[in-house]
Nanobody, 124 residues
Framework: QIQLVESGGGLVQAGGSLRLSCTAS????????MGWFRQAPGKEREFVAA????????YYADSVLGRFTISRTNAKNTGYLQMNSLKPEDTAVYYC?????????????????WGQGTQVTVSS
């Protein structure tokens, strides 16, 4: 089975930037769409962004469009989430996952292989 590990989180001031990484191990063969989700305290886990296997298509939540950029390097089994112009409301635990079903890109249930998450805290 595939295993995903996120890294790169931290504490940053509003307006700052962070780059998250998601590294896959285990059964990484086969093409798959990678997604990023986030969960703030007391809230549901929500979709942030997704990228298809060849990077040809990307999808973003309206709340991050224009500020976040998703990318991947398949040779390194690694995906990235570049986050710019961060806001306090971006504070959350960020997770990456593999899209494993044909559900909508933004649907949490369409993904598996969830990592343990990485904390992003944006101070005002």
């Amino acid at each position: 089975q595939i295993q995903l590990v996120e890294s790169g989180g931290g504490l940053v001031q509003a307006g700052g930037s962070l780059r998250l990484s998601c590294t896959a191990s285990g059964r990484t063969s086969g093409s798959y769409t990678m997604g990023w989700f986030r969960q703030a305290p007391g809230k549901e886990r929500e979709f942030v962004a997704a990228i298809t296997w060849n990077g040809g298509s990307t999808y973003y939540a309206d709340s991050v469009l224009g500020r976040f950029t998703i990318s991947r390097t398949n040779a390194k089994n690694t995906g990235y989430l570049q986050m710019n112009s961060l806001k306090p409301e971006d504070t959350a635990v960020y997770y990456c996952a593999r899209r494993s079903s044909s559900g909508p890109y933004y649907a949490r249930d369409a993904y598996d292989g969830w990592g343990q998450g990485t904390q992003v805290t944006v101070s005002s």
